[in-house]
């Protein structure tokens, strides 16, 4: 039995919210799940409780971001006995850091005429 941690889409048309879950890796993406880890918002949004500053450009000026919520204690028991995350989960599990980043392999350039030689 293969166990995978991905993402099951839930949301409105172009407004995509994510459930980061536990499920069975031959199973249909929005299937019902083994456990529900938590949610990821990919659409970058200001914080609502930050306070704005002094002038509207201050707000303009504050970074937005990616929501991510996450039962961590959890997470690191389904890696721990033995979950593979799909990629995409692997790039947020390394963003939030539970993981390593996958190292990407250098890209090669095309030999040319004289090195051929």
Do not use: C
Not at 30 to 46: A, C, D, F, I, W
Not at 98 to 117: C, D, G, S, V, Y
């Amino acid at each position: 039995m293969v166990v995978k941690i991905r993402l099951a889409r839930f949301g409105r048309t172009n407004s995509p919210t994510y459930n980061i879950v536990v499920s069975q890796a031959r199973t249909a993406r929005n299937s019902r799940p083994m456990e529900v880890l938590g949610t990821y918002n990919p659409k970058p949004q200001h914080d609502v409780y930050e306070s704005t500053g002094k002038t509207p450009s201050d707000a303009a000026l504050k970074k937005a971001h990616k929501d991510i919520r996450l039962d961590v204690t959890r997470t690191k028991y389904w890696i721990g006995v033995g979950a593979q995350p799909t990629d995409t989960m692997w790039r947020i599990l390394s963003m939030i850091g539970i993981l390593q980043p996958k190292k990407r392999p250098a890209p090669t350039l095309p030999a040319t005429p004289l090195e051929k030689a």
